[in-house]
């Protein structure tokens, strides 16, 4: 079982950065593959970043070049730096861990339904 924990949300102006980060309890942290996703109401959750547990990331195109996604296995927690934030960039974001594969792909990494532990969600508001 692992509990994730989102923080660094927040209300910020258009151009701005963030930096959010997941704290993992367990053990076995560097075993999963880690991914933010974030959700606006009305709409499906939408995949935002991710990370495996060797390192490779993967972004969504609407945020590539602006968010960067890292992890410390030393802490047991990813982070989701955001910069040049816009008013679109606005939601609830979700930090995932995903085990259930010895070796996540990519397309693992990027689907929502391939994630086995989720945290609470941490608001980003963005104001134009």
Known sequence: ???LVESGGGLVQAGDS????CAASGRTFSSYGMGWFRQVPGKEREFVAAISRRGSTYYADSVKG??????????????????????????VYYCAAQGRF???????????TDYDYWGQGTQVTVSS
């Open 18 to 21: 963030l930096r959010l980060s």
């Open 102 to 112: 010895g070796i996540s792909t990519m397309t693992n990494l990027m689907r929502a």
């Open 66 to 91: 602006r968010f960067t996604i890292s992890r410390d296995n030393d802490k047991n927690t990813v982070y989701l730096q955001m910069n040049s934030l816009k008013p679109e960039d606005t939601a």
């Open 1 to 3: 079982q692992v509990q």
